[in-house]
């Protein structure tokens, strides 16, 4: 096959495949519209994210130090009341360190990096600020992130999704009638993926904001605002048909 062959052959095969995918417009009058609903919760549910880690010369050593601090992190969970299912640990992962800095030679090996991860899913702020304030002054513990959730999410996300349709309506019926139309029916609907803004506001109880003060007892328990709320939101796009 030429050259000339080859690139009409491959702008066929382009020529059908954006006509297979693209998607034709309605061939009736119509409006898009989006619709949006959000809401403000408290939450009762966090996941703790972290890793313990270790970095020694012996690699056993290393082994054995995550493996005490991880079944340390275990036990702490179990004692706050979370269940086997609420702990979740990853395989440890081993990295070997060599010095770099002779990159013509033989990189002698200056140590072994030991890490595993681990996942807890804590119900209740009390909970998670004792499990924080613990894992927080344990050895090798880094890389601690929390995310906040509700435990009834199903429930609330459906409610948003009726919300923003109505939201969706409403709106469609008064760009409609801007216009000196009106809607007839729904033609298509497509749910935008749930964002969930975990970007919360956080705050204090006005009794442990009385009781904060500058003379604090070093090694006194840190306190963790948990935020108030956090904010769910559901977006869905509408096309309406219309009557002109």
Same mark, same amino acid.
């Given at each position: 096959?030429?050259? @000339?062959?080859? @690139?009409?052959?491959?702008? /066929?095969? @382009?020529?059908?495949?954006? =006509?297979?995918?693209?998607?034709?417009? #309605? %061939?009736? #009058?119509?409006?898009?519209?989006?619709?949006?609903?959000?809401?403000?919760v408290a939450p009762d549910t966090v996941t703790v994210n972290f890793q313990v880690m270790?970095?020694?010369?012996?690699?056993?050593?290393a082994m054995n130090t995550v493996a005490e601090r991880g079944a340390e992190v275990v036990? @702490?969970?179990k004692e706050n009341g979370l269940s086997h299912e609420q702990i979740e640990s990853y395989a440890i992962d081993k990295q070997v360190r060599r010095n770099r800095e002779n990159m013509n030679g033989n990189m002698e090996i200056i140590g072994y990096e030991v890490t595993q991860r681990f996942t807890l899913e804590v119900d209740g702020l009390d909970t998670y600020e004792k499990l924080m304030n613990?894992?927080?002054r344990m050895d090798n513990t880094s890389g601690l992130n929390a995310s906040f959730d509700i435990s009834n999410? %199903?429930?609330?996300?459906? =409610?948003l999704?009726?919300?923003a349709g109505a939201d969706a309506r409403e709106r469609g019926n008064n760009l409609a009638a801007a216009l000196d139309a009106e809607i007839k029916s729904?033609? /298509?609907?497509?749910? %935008?993926?749930g964002f969930d803004n975990f970007m919360a506001r956080f705050g204090v109880s006005a009794e442990k904001f009385g009781a904060i003060s500058m003379a604090a007892d070093r090694g006194r328990s840190f306190d963790l605002f948990a935020p108030e709320t956090?904010?769910?939101?559901?977006?869905i796009n509408v096309i309406f048909k219309i009557n002109p």
């Amino acid at each position: 096959m030429t050259l @000339l062959q080859k @690139l009409l052959s491959a702008t /066929a095969v @382009l020529a059908v495949s954006v =006509s297979t995918w693209a998607q034709p417009m #309605p %061939d009736f #009058p119509f409006i898009t519209v989006t619709g949006e609903a959000e809401i403000e919760v408290a939450p009762d549910t966090v996941t703790v994210n972290f890793q313990v880690m270790e970095f020694n010369k012996s690699a056993e050593l290393a082994m054995n130090t995550v493996a005490e601090r991880g079944a340390e992190v275990v036990a @702490l969970a179990k004692e706050n009341g979370l269940s086997h299912e609420q702990i979740e640990s990853y395989a440890i992962d081993k990295q070997v360190r060599r010095n770099r800095e002779n990159m013509n030679g033989n990189m002698e090996i200056i140590g072994y990096e030991v890490t595993q991860r681990f996942t807890l899913e804590v119900d209740g702020l009390d909970t998670y600020e004792k499990l924080m304030n613990k894992l927080m002054r344990m050895d090798n513990t880094s890389g601690l992130n929390a995310s906040f959730d509700i435990s009834n999410r %199903d429930e609330v996300m459906t =409610s948003l999704v009726a919300k923003a349709g109505a939201d969706a309506r409403e709106r469609g019926n008064n760009l409609a009638a801007a216009l000196d139309a009106e809607i007839k029916s729904v033609y /298509a609907i497509t749910e %935008d993926a749930g964002f969930d803004n975990f970007m919360a506001r956080f705050g204090v109880s006005a009794e442990k904001f009385g009781a904060i003060s500058m003379a604090a007892d070093r090694g006194r328990s840190f306190d963790l605002f948990a935020p108030e709320t956090i904010t769910l939101s559901k977006r869905i796009n509408v096309i309406f048909k219309i009557n002109p």
